[in-house]
Structure formats: structure tokens, C-alpha cells
């Protein structure tokens, strides 16, 4: 311990050593022979150094012990020039980005030319990532990756999902590892609630952007394999910054500033009042009321009396809606401290966030404090530690299909109630509202939801070079966190909230705890012969993760306000509370073998023990083999003026998969027993002091195995006009067999389920990823950056008797898994259609008919994706602009239903409903056919045409496509010359100003942001149901360093 | 540090890894729930119980009261409700019913009877469950798995039983089950673990085989329109047998007590808290109660406005433009004591702790004023009067008031066919809150009369109900959904 302690600190001193001394002068220019400004010349190993003048010259005093000078500096390799006996020493320096034979980080953190790759892997930089300076990572990625997915489910802190390359498994998780610096960690949550409660984040949230130096998105089994178990939906491999041994000790500091806000809005016809068939009603949901002429109606009641014998005079309120909602403020600020000699390194960190929502009430504040230490103890061994501690706290809002959701109604307030000025509440803070929801400011203000995690993550690394060609690393980690979370439900609250209290309120705290422990230690042998290159990596790995959760819910609150359990009269702890710990034991081997760069062939394997299943099943082997072949290299004569690289790689690579979502499922057990209909009622244990158990509705298995997943890839890179265009395309196809899943059955049998490994599942795709640099000048270039995806999943197989399974979402609509048809298909009921035309049925009343089971209505899947990033940039002026263009997938809109047969969209009013004497007008015509086959003649009211018995009779009728256009980031940053910052502290000085989701055009969807999704990070996408609204952010935004 | 030490060190550290030995592996049981290898029996009953309570008040409730226009969604668009009433019940929306009576309520009851051989207190009980709940079952889809239901994962698709032979095993199992609780012994005694009836063993047992009797009268009165006769000499059979004890009074009540507190409140009263403005006063119902003066009307229903007594219910051939507040709504006989009154259309806050009916002692003496009519022993009056008193009584009403009622509308007259309609009018009357059964007398004896909702989509009052979409999704011996028109007839219906 005491060593560790001297390790960590010593980094930090340096010794200073006193001697002889004499001044080296010289200049430093890069490859076009232009001075460069501001590097860095460090003499090596010690403190002593300078930085260039402007025209790139120095001038050093030099210990007589000095051996060498190291030059370095921003985007420039970092050159070591031996200290002769002349007094003058030149240094030429190359841009970093050419002199790159493109390195990336790998599987294990093992980092390799990406030239002899035999498969995908795509690399973002810090300056990729943080563009736009989201709070949550994952949305970072958004159309930045060939291959990946992101969706994000709307509000800015909410979870957003990745999916590389497709589905692999039914109701398990699909999203991908995320790995930082070697160690696992956890990315859970993330998922939206249906019935009750807040939305919370996927706990990649806590990760600090400004700490990544690079993300590599390792796609697929593939690449993968070496991380086993847990890698069947690919990696994101996280690399934080380190400090650079030999750099001057510098501080960086950046601050950024963004308003938030809600990014589409509905148009709203404000001619028509609260009300039904014409008549004002003051209990209404709806505003098909009559036309607002200023008359004196007995409106919604009077707030304090609560009755409804109030006049007022008629008016339409158009920002009762849009009041709701304000500007969100990000702020975030980054404070580092970093440096290093030739033989330790190190960085401090320290992160702030904070974000508050669109809505009220909504903040999160995160800070992270992160230290990156190495240090060369002696020739053979390096040791490193990293450490990051972070603390996430935020407040949130209701969400789901509940009436404490402030937008379940909310979006379709009727226009003439004045939502913004009548009083919410009376002096007592009892809820003042006339309709059956809660009111959208009361609700935002009483029903709370508050949590706070805290977080490690670190890990110590050895690495022992034993001899030339063999080195050993060994690092062991943690990720650890504790969340509580912390719910308050008003008494008088009309909706489920949180604790589903009835109206007496209620308070409900979480708390859970994850800790997981990851070794990992591996030999690595290289040796070249002559042309030939052979590499070795054997290894093990093991991990255990441990969880633990807890509920209590306290009901009937007796103070207001005092958020305490011990103010409630009744506890009851949640059904579920329950702690699980798994234990993985993986042997690995990865072997490599190379000639010059024309070729080179890999195989890998690894063997996982897993304790999730019975021995005799818990040990399974699996493995991968990929090549390429470097046809530029091999045929020489290719090379040319146009071409100077073409490459073909491909590979073959299975990944067992351990099922960590079904873990304790090789048995059955009795559980707490409950009563619940779905409607709200529910009975809770004890009951009236008698415990009541009843067996398990879900039997376990204990045959359970493994799931596996094999990807089979070609890839063709291309690199033209000496790296000016770059291209890249991979198709690929994968399948997913003996997937786990609770497969449902007969409930007569006493159960509704049986955990088995029943299913097959496919996934198709292409990617492709180009990088253009059409103009590069000395002082302006160009470069366009593209990237395609385009994948398609399919289940194959469900088990024998199960036609589908249901991912969530209600009776009608749902999303289905169904055998022989593409991932997540959205059922429910639709319109009858005439077998001959295609065209709806309607009654003789001209309204449709529907069906009365449920049937596919919809897809959500994209057709495709593309993501291109256009930069700019000219001397140090820099403008980049992402657009992300999703074509397909369609959406089950509820809000976008509710807007239209509430009659409060604009296009509710497009005709007069009613003409001059009163009469009901009838403007709309489906276009369809009677059950006899005759054309449909019957016209029919705007109220009937939106209504529940027209467009909206049928969940069909709720589908929209989400095609999109927007310009999901934008930043255009400045940086000062050297030649300005030279008589100042600083090193360099940056503005920038950016945004993010500044445009949006859905041709199919109106009125609303379709990017958002009822079940946040879920394998059911596609659904709608009175989610928060994604937004739209523009900052302002500094670096320093000095 | 020298070389060879690092290389020692390197090496410990990889067969310390490598060598966890396979034990640590085998840690795949949760410590957190109970293994099915051993049934709680104690605890399943508990549960089995309250289950069976809730779903008396629960979806199968709403669908039949519905249905029976006791109550009406009428004025409820667009929430469920609405579509219930017009008929629009699909099998989707028989899913959680279907899960619950099946997998949770007659699965705890199986087990406790499977595996509860040495204490037939608890296996006696648990049987007599299981034949009311299977009743249920029976008598709303018809044809369904009896003989191969509940093997759990032994058989995942259980074949289907023709539903005239389960009736007679549901009888049977009555018989056995009052034999098992007049046991001498039993290893487990029910104790506080019995909620429906409480009390001493002894006091609670009287009433078990109370109500397991009167059940097997419920049961053999469904035959009256198949099999008259057979009806007619069972019941006879049975009452002659001075050995047989039936219900004598609302204290056998066969219902679930619920409690005024939260997540232990009668589920009709809890979904009228969450469900607000779902469920308003049918005409059907009301117009019959007004008729007659009906003094149970007032612990039934809420006036409207309040305070003006008068009362208000939605006309199923005169439905309103929806939504519409301005109705009657559920009173304290189904939801307990008013602890704050309602102002305007804003329903009042109730304690919820109702009890759940579900054979109550009222339908005892209709059973018998029915089967006297038809030729069984007793005095159809008598027990008429009876009914309707004990009906009176556990809703509040005040002696003078019954006298009243009973000398204006408590005689039996006319022919059989109007004596008929008169006990069962008073019976639907009497059984406001119990779920399935006057949906039964209705197919059985037409009465009382209902009018088509004019919005219905089966264009007829609905005899049977679908089967749950997870039911034909999952099993493959199902025979199918039922018509769309949902005039499939149950086997006694016929």
C-alpha cells in the first residue's frame, strides 16, 4: 500500500537536477518547412525546456548530463533529437494525422495498425465526440458510425440505446459492452416507464466526455470475441487521456454554455373552445366546443370554490401549452491538470455538469473527479492507475401512460382553458383542476422524482516487458455505484405517480448497489522472422458482478411535503427486492500471423465459464478467424497516381453468450404474492398482517445454455488520391441461435411461461464509411466525412407453439417479435379492408370498421441511415456540420392521435366545423369503399373524421413514418494563432459556438420530433406515448490551456 | 526488481486466476425467493384468497355488470369502459383475467391441494376455491382445460375439456372437500390464514362447508334450463339431507373483507379512485330500483347533483354525447363509508373497505324461492321474502323501510313466469356487485328483460365471452375463438 502511495505521488515531483550547463538553440519546422509555433523542447528527463517564438525558433539551457531534446506539440508526432556536442539542433516535425498508419484501439486495449485488420472497427477522437457537448455519451454517437443506431427517447437526460449491427437476442439486453481503459462497466437503466414513475438515464451518463481521448466501436462478434460473454452486441472501447510523458505540465480549462429547448411544436387551431359536438363544456378533455366569438360561458370553476358556476367570457389561450415548457440551461466546465517526464505521466481531472429540462423540476448535476497515472518503474515494468470518481444527482418528472404525467394530456389542454394563469393550486396546496388529470403544473411541482449515484471506476495495470518479444499485463478494476432514488407523491394526486397511492400520497425510495470486479491478465509474444510477424496473446479474464436492490414504498402521507418515509402509515417493500452474483471465467488466445503489411491471417478463441447455468452446461467454447490481403501491397503495378491502397478483409467469429438477463432462471420460486388488474387497483402483502406467497409465474430451466451469435463479414478498403478519398463498405450477415427467452405458454397450465434457449434470430446489413477531403489548401480544406448503415433483423425462429412474443407496450398497441418477420414489428387493431381495392371498409354512417384482433401495422425499423459530417476548415477558423438523414421506420404516435381527436391540432380547424346558422359542417371523405364494394359517399364532421371512431378507430390509424433530415450537430470553433498567444499565459485559446438538432424536417410527421420512444432504451422501439420532447441546444463554448 | 521475481510474480498471478476452483461457479440460486421445492401451502392460501376476492371485483365484474347494465360506460368515450358496454370486448382484453384466475388463483389452490395431503383443513378449503373459481371459468367461456390444467411446465398446452363434464367433477369436489374439512385431524389448522370466514377453526369450518354446500345448490340451479328435472331432484336430494348445513344468514356471506387502507381497498372502490368517470348508473337498473321505491338505491348509488336525490343513470338506447359526468356513480355499498362528501361531477372519497360478495346469503334464498318454484321443497315466498330482507339488511337499510318495501313489492304473484321474473329481478337487485352470476340468470331465464345498447357491435347481448388472446396465441389444442357475434352458448345456456 504504502508503495502504491509513493507511486501515485511520485509522479507528480520531479526531480530537478543541478549540473554543469550549456544553451542549445535551434528551430523547429514541420513538413512543409513552416516554423512551428508554441512546441514544446523538453530536455529528457528532466523539467528543464521551452517553447518556440512564433517563427519557431528556441533557446535552451541544457544540463551537461542532458541526452536528448524531445520536441513536441498539438497534432504533431513527438520527435527526440540526441544532444551531441553542436550547439544548434533543428527539429522537423510531421502532422500527426499523416505520419498515423492509422492505429486503432482493439479488444483487450491492444492497439493495431488498422491496415491488417481483419475487421471493422471505428475509431471517434475527443474532438469527434463532444461537438456538441451532450450530457449523455451515447448520444454522441448519433450518425457518427457506420453500423450504429442511436435512439434516443426524448428530453435531454433521459436513455438513449445503441445497436451495432442489429439485434442479437429477443428480450435480453442489445446493447452494446461499454469498456473503459480495460474494465467493463455498467450501462443499465436507461428504460422508460410505461405505467409509473420518471424515466431515468442509462448510467453511461456518468461518463465525462471530456475525459475520452478516443472511443473505438468494436462491431460485432468480431472483433469482439476476445471480450466473450458479454460482447455479442459489440464493444464500445472508451480511452481516456493521459497525460504524455515528456510534455511540459499544462492546465486546460473549458467551459461551455447551451439554452435547450423543445425542439418541434405543434401548430394549434385556437378558434375553437373546450367542449363536444359544439357545446362548451367545462369538463371536457376535448375542444370541439363552439367557435370562441368572446361569448360568456359557466367555464371550467371557479379554482377556490370549486364549482362550476364561474362566467367567464370565451377565449382562446395560444400558450397555454407552450408555457408549460422553458429553456433548459447546460453548463459544463472542465478543469485538467497534465503532464509527464520520459518516465511517468499523469492527469487530473475535474468535471462539472449541469442541466436543467425543458420542463420544471428537471436538473442534473454531475462532477467528476478523474486521476491517469504511469510511471516506468524500471526497464521491465510500467504501472499505470486510473481512476474515476463521479457523483450524478438529478430531479425528474412523472412520465407514462398516467395521469401524473404532465404531457399525458397535457400537449392537448383544451385551447380555451387559460392553463398559464388559473391557479393550479389553492393556498394548501390541493390540487385545482377540472379535469381528471393531474394539472400539468401541480404535477411537475408535487409528484417528485429525485436520485443520486455514486461512482468508481479505476483500475491498476502492470505491464512487464520479460524479454524483447514477450511481455505480460495484469490489471485488475472496479466499477461501483450506489444509487438511491427517491420519489414523493402529493396527496390529492389523481395519476399512479410513482407509489400508485390512490391519492394519498406516497413516498418511495430505491436503493441499489453494483460492484464489479474484473482481472484480466495476458501474455503477449511477438517475434518477426525475416518478412514474416507472428503475435500471440494468451490470457484469462475474470469477473464477478455483484447487485443489489431494495424498495420500500411508504403510503398514506400524513404532513405535506415531508418527503419521509416514516410520514407515511403503511410500508410495503417492492416484490422484487432482490441482490443476484455472477461469476465469469474466460481463457483466451488470439494469434496472429503476418506478412510485410500484404497479408495477415487471426485466430482466436476463448473458452467462458459462466455461473448463470448448471454445471455441465456453464463451460463453452467458441472462436473467430478473419484475414486480409493488402492488394497494393501484393501487386505493386496497382499502385498508381489514383490508387494507393486496396484491401480485402473478411472473418468468421461466434460468441457464446452468458445470458446476464436471466440470471437465477435454471430454477422456479414462489414469489410475494399481489393482486393487479392494469387498471390501477392493486392489493399488496401482507395483507392485513397475513404474508401470502404464490408460485412464480415464469418457471425456470435448469437446462439453460448459452446463447451464441456468429458474424460472417468481407470488407473492401480503398484509399485513393493519396488518402484524399478514403472508402470503406462491409457486408456482413449474422446469426443468433439457442436464444434465451422467457418463452410464454398456456396460463392454464398453472404458468405463463418457461425460461428456455428456443430461439434463432438473423441480421443482414451493410456499412459503408467514406472519408472525402475534396479541397486541401495551405490554409483552407475541406473534408467530408460519410457513413452508411443499413441492417435488417429477423427472427427466424421461436420456440415450437410460440407464434410471437410480446416486447411491451399494451393490448393493442404492442410490439411483437414474430417468427419469419423482421425485429419489433408494431401490432394492433386496424381498419377492415375490401379484399379487391385495398381500400378501407367504412359503415353506412362513412366512418371505417375495424378489425378486432390485432394484426401488423407497422415496422420501426429504418430502411437506412446516413450520417455525414461536412468540416471546414481555413487557417484557424473550423466549421463542421453532422446531418443525419434516417429514411423508414415507422412510429405508433399517441401524441400526435391526441392532438388531432381532441380537436386541438390546427388542421381540427381546417374547415369550419360549423356554418353561420350553426349547422354541423361535413367536409371529410374516406377514401374508401362500403362492405358491399361501392365507393364510400358519406361525408363526415371534422369531430368524427379525427375522432376515436374515424382516423383513430384503429391503432393502424396512429402510425407515422419517421423519415428525417436534420442537422443533428453543428459547432464552428476559432482558435487564436500561436503568433497572437505568444505574449500571453496561454497556449491556446479556443471559441466556439455549436448547437444540436438545429434543423428538423419530417416530411411524414407532423407537428412533433419523432425521435423519441415510450420505452426508452428497450429491444421495443416504435412506440409513442406521451414521452418528453426531444429538444434543440445552441451554446457558446471556450478552451484554454496554458 | 529483479527479472525472475517479475516473472514469478507474473505467473502466481495467472494461476491464481486460473485455479477458482468449480465450486464458485455452481452459486445460481437466488437467496432471495423461495424454491419451488418446497410449497409454502400456508402462505399460498393467503393468497389464493385474496387473489379470488379481487377478481370478484375486477375485469370479469366490470365485463357481466356491464353487460348486465347494472352499470354503464355509455357516457365513458373514450375510455374502456365504453367499448365494454358496447360490447367490444376483445380477447386481448381478457388477458390479464385469463393469467390471473388461471396461473395465480387455481395454480395456488392446485398446489395446496397437491401437496397439502396430511392437512386437509387447508386442502378443503382449497377445493372449495377451486370449484367457485372454475365456475366462473366454465360459466363464461364454456369449453375449457380441466382434467390437464395445472401440471406447470409437465404440460405447457393443456387439452380442453367439454364444459358439461366438468360441472359434475366441480360437484364432486364440493362433496369431497366437505368431507376433508370434517376430517379429524389435520397437520396445519387455517387459523388467521382463513380471510374469508374468521373466527375459531370451528366457527370458520361451520361456514366453509356452509358455503361449500350452498355452492353445490348454485351450481345444480345453472342446470335449470338444460335439465329442469335433474335440476329439481338434486336440489331436492340435497335439501332433504338434514346432515347438509346451508348459509343461514348474512353472517355466511361468502365475500373478501378489504380494508381501509392503501393497496388493501376493495378493487371496485380503488378503480373508481383511479378510474374515475368510467363507470356511471345504468337506466336499466335504476328505472327498476325507482319503480319500486327500492330503498337500497340511496347505499347503491350517489345522487346527482348531490344533495338533490335524485337519480341519474345512462340509457343504453339513448346514449349521450361522451364524455359525460352528470351521473349517479357506485355508493358505499360497494366502497365502504363516505370519509368526504362529493361536490359537483367530482365523486366523493370513500374507505374503500367494502366487502368483495360473491355468493352472499341473499342468493341462498333466491336459489331456493327459484328451485321452489319449480318444484323443490320450501316455500318459494318465503324464502323470496327472506332474500329480499337480508339483501335490505346488508345494505343498511332500516327495518321500517323493509316492512315498507316488502308490503308493497314482496309477494309473489301471476304465473310462474312473472313469479320467475319477479325473484330474479330481486336478484339481480340483491347480487349489485357480485361478479358473473346475474349475468347467468339472465341466459338462463331471460330476466331481467335487456335492451340491445344502440352502438352495440355484436348487435345482441353477449352470452359467453372470448377466449384471452394469450390463449389462442399459445395454445394449439384450443378450439378457437368464438364468434364474433358472441352467442355461443355455454353448455347449460342450451
Not at chain 1, 523539467?47 to 512564433?54: H, I, N, S
Not at chain 1, 392537448?412 to 393556498?427: C, G, H, K, V
Not at chain 1, 482466436?604 to 497494393?632: A, H, I, M, Q
Not at chain 1, 428538423?1000 to 420532447?1029: K, R, V, W
Request: glycine content about 8%; hydrophobic content about 35%.
Amino acid at each position: 500500500m504504502r508503495k502504491l502511495f509513493l507511486l501515485l505521488f511520485g509522479v507528480v515531483f520531479f526531480a530537478v537536477q543541478a549540473m554543469a550547463q550549456r544553451t542549445i538553440t535551434g528551430k523547429v519546422t514541420d513538413d512543409k518547412g513552416l516554423p512551428v509555433a508554441n512546441a514544446s523542447v523538453v530536455v529528457k528527463g528532466t523539467t528543464a525546456g521551452t517553447t518556440t517564438k512564433p517563427d519557431g525558433t528556441y533557446s535552451l539551457t541544457v544540463p551537461a548530463n542532458g541526452k536528448a531534446l524531445i520536441f513536441s506539440a498539438v497534432d504533431m508526432t513527438t520527435v527526440e533529437v540526441a544532444v551531441g556536442t553542436t550547439a544548434v539542433i533543428d527539429a522537423k516535425m510531421i502532422s500527426e494525422e499523416k505520419s498515423l498508419s492509422e492505429v486503432v484501439v482493439t479488444a483487450m486495449g491492444i492497439k493495431k495498425d488498422k491496415k491488417t485488420l481483419g475487421y471493422g472497427v471505428t475509431q471517434l477522437n475527443n474532438a469527434e465526440i463532444t461537438k456538441a457537448h451532450t450530457t449523455n455519451i451515447t448520444n454522441a454517437l448519433a450518425a457518427k458510425v457506420p453500423g450504429v443506431r442511436v435512439s434516443g427517447s426524448g428530453g435531454s437526460f433521459t436513455g438513449s440505446s445503441i445497436l451495432i449491427r442489429g439485434f442479437t437476442t429477443f428480450t435480453g439486453s442489445n446493447q452494446p459492452l461499454f469498456v473503459i481503459d480495460g474494465i467493463p462497466i455498467d450501462n443499465s437503466g436507461g428504460g422508460s416507464p410505461l405505467q409509473n414513475g420518471a424515466s431515468v438515464s442509462n448510467r453511461a451518463i456518468d461518463i465525462n466526455q471530456d475525459d475520452i481521448e478516443s472511443m473505438s466501436v468494436l462491431k460485432g462478434p468480431s472483433a469482439a470475441v476476445l471480450y466473450g460473454s458479454r460482447a455479442s452486441n459489440g464493444v464500445i472501447l472508451i480511452t481516456t487521456k493521459k497525460g504524455k510523458s515528456g510534455k511540459k505540465a499544462s492546465i486546460q480549462f473549458s467551459t461551455t454554455y447551451q439554452l435547450e429547448n423543445v425542439n418541434r411544436f405543434p401548430e394549434y387551431q385556437n378558434e375553437y373552445a373546450q367542449g363536444n359536438s359544439g357545446l362548451f363544456s367545462p369538463v371536457a378533455q376535448t375542444s370541439w366546443g363552439p367557435r370562441i366569438t368572446g361569448q360568456t360561458v359557466a367555464n371550467a370553476y371557479d379554482p377556490y370554490t370549486n364549482t362550476n358556476t364561474r362566467s367567464e367570457q370565451l377565449a382562446a389561450y395560444p400558450n397555454n401549452v407552450s408555457d408549460l415548457f422553458r429553456n433548459g440551461i447546460n453548463w459544463q466546465n472542465n478543469l485538467a491538470f497534465s503532464g509527464g517526464t520520459d518516465k511517468n505521466t499523469f492527469r487530473f481531472s475535474y468535471g462539472h455538469l449541469r442541466n436543467t429540462g425543458v420542463l420544471a423540476n428537471n436538473v442534473l448535476t454531475r462532477h467528476n473527479f478523474t486521476i491517469n497515472t504511469s510511471s516506468k518503474v524500471n526497464n521491465y515494468l510500467t504501472v499505470s492507475v486510473t481512476g474515476t470518481y463521479s457523483n450524478n444527482a438529478s430531479r425528474r418528472t412523472q412520465q407514462g401512460n398516467q395521469l401524473s404525467n404532465p404531457l399525458f394530456r397535457g400537449w392537448f389542454t383544451p385551447r380555451s382553458y387559460n392553463l398559464t394563469s388559473l391557479a393550479f393550486e389553492d393556498a394548501a396546496g390541493n390540487q385545482r383542476y377540472p379535469l381528471g388529470e393531474d394539472n400539468p403544473y401541480w404535477t411537475i411541482k408535487h409528484n417528485r422524482v429525485r436520485d443520486e449515484i455514486n461512482r468508481f471506476i479505476g483500475n491498476v495495470s502492470f505491464n512487464f516487458r520479460l524479454t524483447k518479444w514477450l511481455q505480460a499485463d495484469y490489471k485488475i478494476g472496479t466499477d461501483a455505484y450506489s444509487l438511491f432514488r427517491h420519489a414523493y407523491d402529493q396527496i390529492g394526486a389523481r395519476g399512479g405517480a410513482s407509489t400508485n397511492a390512490n391519492g394519498v400520497g406516497g413516498v418511495r425510495e430505491v436503493r441499489s448497489n453494483y460492484r464489479s470486479i474484473n482481472s484480466n491478465g495476458f501474455f503477449t509474444a511477438t517475434k518477426r522472422l525475416k518478412s514474416w510477424t507472428g503475435t500471440a496473446i494468451v490470457g484469462t479474464e475474470f469477473q464477478q458482478i455483484y447487485t443489489n436492490f431494495a424498495q420500500l414504498d411508504g403510503k398514506g402521507v400524513i404532513v405535506r411535503d415531508f418527503e419521509q418515509l416514516n410520514n407515511t402509515t403503511t410500508y410495503s417493500p417492492a416484490p422484487q427486492n432482490s441482490s443476484s452474483k455472477t461469476r465469469l471465467l474466460g481463457f483466451y488466445g488470439d494469434f496472429t500471423i503476418g506478412y510485410k503489411s500484404i497479408f495477415s491471417l487471426n485466430a482466436t478463441l476463448r473458452n467462458d465459464v459462466s455461473s448463470t447455468f448448471k454445471p455441465g452446461n456453464n463451460s463453452y467454447l467458441y472462436n473467430g478467424f478473419g484475414g486480409s490481403v493488402n492488394l497494393t501491397e501484393l501487386f505493386p503495378k496497382m499502385k498508381s497516381k489514383v490508387i494507393d491502397n486496396l484491401k480485402i478483409r473478411g472473418n468468421i467469429a461466434t460468441v457464446g453468450k452468458a445470458g446476464g438477463d436471466f440470471v437465477y432462471s435454471t430454477d422456479s420460486y414462489f414469489a410475494g404474492a399481489a393482486s393487479a388488474d392494469g387498471f390501477g387497483p392493486t392489493i399488496a402483502f401482507p395483507f392485513n398482517g397475513i404474508q401470502g406467497f404464490t408460485l412464480g409465474n415464469g418457471a425456470g430451466n435448469p437446462a439453460l445454455g448459452p446463447e451464441f451469435t456468429t458474424n460472417k463479414e468481407v470488407a473492401l478498403e480503398l484509399s485513393l488520391f493519396k488518402g484524399r478519398f478514403t472508402f470503406e463498405i462491409t457486408k456482413y450477415k449474422q446469426t443468433s441461435k439457442d436464444l434465451i427467452f422467457a418463452v410464454p405458454n398456456s396460463a392454464t397450465s398453472g404458468i405463463t411461461s418457461v425460461v428456455q434457449n428456443a430461439g434463432n434470430l438473423s441480421n443482414k446489413g451493410i456499412e459503408l464509411g467514406t472519408n472525402i477531403i475534396p479541397i486541401k489548401t495551405k490554409s483552407f480544406d475541406w473534408t467530408i466525412n460519410f457513413n452508411y448503415t443499413q441492417f435488417k433483423s429477423f427472427v427466424d425462429k421461436l420456440a415450437p407453439g410460440v407464434t410471437n412474443i410480446f416486447l411491451g407496450g399494451f393490448v393493442t398497441p404492442n410490439i411483437r417479435l414474430v417468427e419469419g418477420d423482421e425485429y419489433g414489428q408494431i401490432y394492433g387493431n386496424a381498419y377492415q379492408r375490401d379484399a379487391k381495392t385495398g381500400k378501407i371498409i367504412v359503415g353506412a354512417n362513412g366512418l371505417p370498421l375495424i378489425t378486432s384482433g390485432v394484426q401488423k401495422i407497422g415496422n420501426p425499423n429504418p430502411k437506412y441511415q446516413i450520417g455525414m459530417t461536412n468540416t471546414f476548415n481555413y487557417k484557424t477558423f473550423s466549421l463542421s456540420i453532422l446531418i443525419d438523414y434516417k429514411k423508414g421506420g415507422d412510429q405508433y404516435s399517441r401524441n400526435l392521435a391526441d392532438l388531432r381527436r381532441n380537436g386541438v391540432a390546427i388542421e381540427t380547424a381546417e374547415f369550419p366545423r360549423y356554418d353561420g346558422a350553426g349547422v354541423l359542417q361535413k367536409p371529410y371523405l374516406f377514401d374508401a369503399v362500403y362492405a358491399n364494394g361501392t365507393p364510400n359517399t358519406t361525408y363526415v364532421s371534422a369531430q368524427d373524421y379525427w375522432g376515436n371512431s374515424g382516423v383513430y378507430a384503429a391503432a393502424e390509424g396512429f402510425i407515422v413514418e419517421t423519415t428525417w433530415f436534420r442537422i443533428r450537430e453543428a459547432s464552428l470553433s476559432y482558435s487564436l494563432p500561436s503568433s497572437m498567444l505568444s505574449k500571453t499565459p496561454f497556449s491556446n485559446m479556443e471559441f466556439s459556438l455549436f448547437g444540436r438538432n438545429l434543423f428538423l424536417d419530417a416530411p411524414n410527421y407532423p407537428h412533433l420530433d419523432p425521435e423519441q420512444n415510450a420505452l426508452g432504451i428497450s429491444n421495443a422501439q416504435g412506440l409513442e406515448f406521451n414521452a418528453l420532447p426531444q429538444t434543440r441546444s445552441m451554446g457558446v463554448g471556450l478552451r484554454l490551456s496554458f | 526488481m529483479k527479472l525472475k521475481y517479475i516473472k514469478l510474480i507474473v505467473l502466481s498471478a495467472g494461476i491464481f486466476t486460473v485455479s477458482s476452483c468449480k465450486k464458485q461457479f455452481d452459486i445460481n440460486v437466488s437467496p432471495d425467493a423461495l424454491p419451488d421445492s418446497n410449497s409454502p401451502i400456508e402462505q399460498l392460501l393467503p393468497s389464493a384468497q385474496v387473489n379470488l376476492g379481487f377478481e370478484g371485483g375486477s375485469d370479469l365484474f366490470r365485463f357481466t355488470t356491464l353487460i348486465m347494465q347494472q352499470m354503464s360506460g355509455g357516457a365513458s368515450q373514450p375510455n374502456q369502459t365504453y367499448e365494454y358496454y358496447r360490447h367490444n370486448i376483445t380477447g386481448s382484453d381478457l388477458n390479464n383475467v385469463w393469467s390471473s384466475i388461471h396461473a395465480t388463483t387455481l395454480n395456488d389452490l392446485e398446489l395446496i391441494i397437491k401437496q397439502g395431503g396430511a392437512s386437509p383443513y387447508y386442502t378443503g378449503i382449497a377445493k372449495i376455491l377451486k370449484a367457485y373459481e372454475y365456475s366462473l371459468v366454465v360459466d363464461v367461456w364454456g369449453d375449457v382445460p380441466y382434467t390437464q390444467a395445472q401440471q406447470l411446465t409437465a404440460n405447457t398446452k393443456p387439452a380442453y375439456d367439454d364444459d358439461a363434464t366438468i360441472y359434475p367433477k366441480l360437484i364432486q369436489l364440493l362433496a369431497d372437500a366437505v368431507n376433508e374439512l370434517n376430517a379429524s385431524s389435520s397437520v396445519l389448522t387455517p387459523g388467521a390464514n382463513s380471510l374469508m370466514y374468521t373466527g375459531t377453526w370451528t366457527a370458520a369450518r361451520a361456514n366453509w362447508i356452509k358455503l361449500a354446500n350452498t355452492l353445490r345448490l348454485r351450481l345444480l340451479l345453472h342446470y335449470s334450463k338444460r335439465d329442469p328435472a335433474f335440476c329439481v331432484a338434486q336440489i331436492t336430494a340435497l335439501v332433504n339431507t338434514p346432515s347438509i348445513q346451508f348459509m343461514a344468514s348474512n353472517a355466511d356471506n361468502f365475500q373478501m373483507r378489504f380494508y381501509n387502507v392503501a393497496n388493501q381497498r376493495n378493487p371496485i372502490s380503488a378503480f373508481e379512485v383511479s378510474r374515475p368517470n368510467y363507470l356511471f348508473a345504468d337506466t336499466r337498473m335504476l328505472n327498476l330500483m325507482g319503480a319500486k321505491n327500492d330503498p337500497r338505491r340511496a347505499f347503491y348509488f350517489t345522487d346527482f347533483p348531490v344533495g338533490s336525490g335524485n337519480y341519474v343513470g345512462v340509457s343504453a338506447t339513448a346514449l349521450p354525447p361522451s364524455p359525460n359526468n352528470n351521473y349517479s356513480r357506485i355508493h358505499t355499498f360497494l366502497r365502504g363509508a363516505v370519509v368526504t362528501p362529493g361536490v359537483g361531477t367530482n365523486s366523493a372519497v370513500y374507505t374503500g373497505d367494502a366487502p368483495q360478495r360473491m355468493l352472499p346469503y341473499a342468493e341462498y334464498c333466491f336459489i331456493r324461492a327459484e328451485a321452489a318454484l319449480m318444484g323443490a321443497p320450501g316455500s318459494a315466498q318465503q324464502f323470496f321474502t327472506d332474500g329480499i330482507t337480508a339483501s335490505m339488511q346488508e345494505a343498511g337499510v332500516p327495518a321500517a323501510n323493509i316492512t315498507t318495501y316488502l308490503a308493497a313489492n314482496g309477494t309473489l304473484t301471476g304465473t310462474n313466469a312473472q313469479r320467475l321474473q319477479q325473484i330474479i329481478e330481486e336478484k339481480y337487485v340483491a347480487l349489485f356487485g357480485v361478479t358473473v352470476e346475474p349475468w347467468n340468470d339472465w341466459r338462463r331465464t331471460g330476466y331481467p328483460s335487456l335492451p340491445v345498447p344502440t352502438n352495440s357491435i355484436t348487435g345482441s347481448v353477449p352470452r359467453t365471452l372470448f377466449y384471452a388472446q394469450s390463449e389462442i396465441d399459445l395454445n394449439p389444442n384450443c378450439p378457437g375463438q368464438k364468434a364474433a357475434s358472441l352467442q355461443d352458448r355455454v353448455f347449460w345456456d342450451n
